[in-house]
């Protein structure tokens, strides 16, 4: 049998380094599928429950691998189902590849079934690189241009393939005019600026006095080169949500998250510094960094659109997050001043005691923030942590602490809801030999993730460890929407959009072949952790958790005040249980001169 243009693709993937394809199957993209299985398991193909979660799952391998992220998928509805996991990648900067069916082409502008123009979906998301093949001798250059656009730009691109072209016989281009001749490989450049302005930077950094870091997702790989620049600059860090695992919260000037859902000490640091450095960060809300004018600013990027445009930095330095960083470092002047870092040390002290207080606050009935507080100094070490978007966010960021070697992630930009699971999921493919924990809201399980623990029923006794485990944080609310009802809007929660049924989850574990544990009783979260740890299968834990704990923001405004207020004297349907829990919660936010 001839070599068909299906078989090439697959040839030229493998050739890549492509050894996983996330995705489902369907008659659109049936060659390409044929060729796979006559490849025997060169590239592994992987079959999620739909094809939204194959491309979280694609977004989620790049960001734990830090290689190309592939799915795939069937014209019409396939095609168009794998968007919202492209957002992901394309707001995350992650190198993803989308190989989408279409149909045949003497079909196409028919008005054909499953016929859609993927090329205007896709411009968007996958605008770097988005074509659809029309001869056999074109998917050489196309396999291989998409591949190291997506690499090196960091960017999502799209094939479109035709069905009927991907069952002709594949041909190489001819040595004739109109053609073009590509070839594999790709290699990271080495990105640093020009000595003139490394300069300029330390002249900032060395003439602060309370030097402020916030790193993020660009800075995962260079946790050494920011610890030696903080202790050269007695500089206090706080980090962006994708940065979590850029440095470990053992280290005392460590604020731990920053933002909507960051840590009070965080705020305060950016109020009090008088220079920012911002490493690989595209963190959004300017209102949690320095006032304009209040401090200098430098800014590392590989990016230049992202540089200077959250906060205005008097350097912006394009380069690579550690190689810049160690080029930087003999620059700089090597501080005596404690100061500020001491300062920043003793609101952390302070902060974690505070948390313990709150996670061990009474509830009705498990309070969220035991959940994570009880985990916290259970992670085993090497372990992969993902989060969904809502409520369990916030204790997310705010209670687990990262240790060295940790890795951890959600959907960022996009802040999807429905990310956690394949996230996970996609973390045991890349790490077969590491622990995964998944936190997910109840309203995301209902969403999409509760058919994706059959995709883990599916694969998991091929994982070298089987420690794989889904926390649901059921509060039977769209939790993190209710309270920014009540406090950025302040209207009472509205039952018919908030409300949603109580699933048990770990009954629905049980009955796939997972094991499932429900904890409706704080004092039996931690022996759950325990038992799940411990497990030789995956599991889901269940757990009852109060609705009117508020995940709020650190820093509360007057005018967020004022709002809540308005909420209680509109009447909520939870008023009673809302005046208690923010009572516990906020007491010291909202009340002058009260201290946590």
């Known amino acids: 049998m001839s070599q068909t243009v299906g078989d090439f693709l697959v040839e030229r993937l493998h050739a890549w380094g492509v050894r996983r394809i996330f995705g489902y199957p369907g008659d659109g993209i049936n060659g390409v599928f044929g060729a796979l299985n006559r490849a025997k398991g060169r590239i592994e193909f992987i079959q999620a429950r739909h094809e939204e979660m194959a491309a979280f799952m694609a977004s989620a391998y790049a960001k734990f691998t830090g290689e190309l992220g592939v799915c795939i998928a069937t014209s019409g509805p396939g095609a168009s189902h794998l968007v919202t996991g492209l957002y992901d990648a394309r707001l995350d900067h992650m190198p993803v590849l989308a190989i989408a069916g279409q ?41 291989d241009r998409a591949i190291r656009v997506a690499l090196g730009e960091r960017r999502v691109t799209a094939i479109i393939l035709p069905n009927d072209l991907q069952e002709l016989p594949f041909e190489e281009p001819a040595r004739k005019h109109g053609t073009v001749h590509s070839g594999v490989g790709f290699s990271k450049p080495k990105t640093v600026p020009q000595d ?3 300069r300029r930077a330390a002249e900032v950094l060395n003439g602060g006095k309370r030097v402020a870091m916030l790193v993020g997702a660009g800075a995962l790989d260079a946790t050494e080169e920011l610890i030696a620049i903080a202790d050269k600059l007695q500089a206090g860090a706080a980090k962006a949500l994708l940065g979590k695992a850029a440095l470990p919260d053992d280290l005392p000037w460590v604020t731990g998250s920053i933002g909507m859902l960051g840590t009070k000490p965080s705020y305060e640091m950016m109020m009090q510094c008088d220079t920012l450095l911002m490493v690989g960060s595209g963190f959004p809300y300017s209102e949690f960094l320095p006032k304009e004018g209040k401090a200098r600013g430098v800014q590392i990027d590989l990016a230049p659109d992202m540089l200077s445009l959250r906060y205005p930095m008097e350097v912006n330095l394009v380069g690579d ?12 002047e090597t501080k005596s001043d404690t100061g500020f870092r001491d300062e920043i040390a003793g609101q952390m002290t302070k902060w974690w005691e505070v948390l313990e207080k709150r996670a061990m606050e009474p509830a009705n009935p498990v309070n969220p ?15 992969i942590l993902t989060s969904d978007s809502g409520s369990c ?8 602490k990262i240790r060295r070697g940790m890795k951890a992630s959600l959907s960022g930009g996009l802040a999807s809801m429905g990310a956690a699971v394949p996230y996970a999921i996609a973390a045991k493919f890349a790490h077969p030999d590491r622990p995964v924990i998944a936190l997910v809201g109840d309203g995301a399980m209902q969403m999409n993730n509760m058919a994706e623990l059959i995709t883990v029923a599916k694969y998991w006794r091929n994982w070298l460890d089987h420690r794989w485990i889904c926390c649901v944080f059921n509060n039977e609310d769209l939790n993190q929407v209710t309270w920014e009802q009540r406090v950025m809007e302040g209207d009472p929660k509205f039952d018919a959009s908030q409300q949603i049924p109580d699933v048990p989850y770990h009954q629905f574990a049980e009955l796939i072949g997972l094991r499932g544990i429900f904890v409706d009783k704080p004092e039996d979260m931690g022996p759950a952790w325990d038992a799940a740890l411990a497990s030789d299968r995956p599991v889901v834990i269940n757990v009852k958790t109060d609705p009117e704990v508020p995940p709020l923001p650190p820093h509360i405004t007057f ?9 209680l004297s509109k009447g909520d349907p939870d008023e009673a249980g809302m005046i208690v829990g923010a009572a516990r919660q906020l007491v010291g936010a909202l009340m002058p001169g009260h201290k946590d």
Not at 321 to 332: M, Q, R
């Open 393 to 400: 966010a916030n204790w997310y960021a705010r209670d687990l």
């Open 559 to 567: 005018d967020e005040a004022v709002k809540l207020s308005k909420t």
């Open 103 to 143: 149909q045949a082409r003497t079909a196409i502008g028919g008005h054909y079934q499953q016929e859609v123009d993927l090329l205007s979906l896709y411009k968007d998301v996958a605008g770097a690189f988005v074509v659809q093949a029309s001869a056999p001798s074109q998917v050489r250059h196309l396999v």
């Open 196 to 198: 003139a302005d490394l």
């Open 321 to 332: 997050a550690a190689t810049t960083l160690k080029a930087l470092l003999p620059l700089l």
């Open 369 to 383: 923030q035991r959940v994570t507080w009880e985990l916290s100094p259970r992670l085993p070490d090497g372990v």
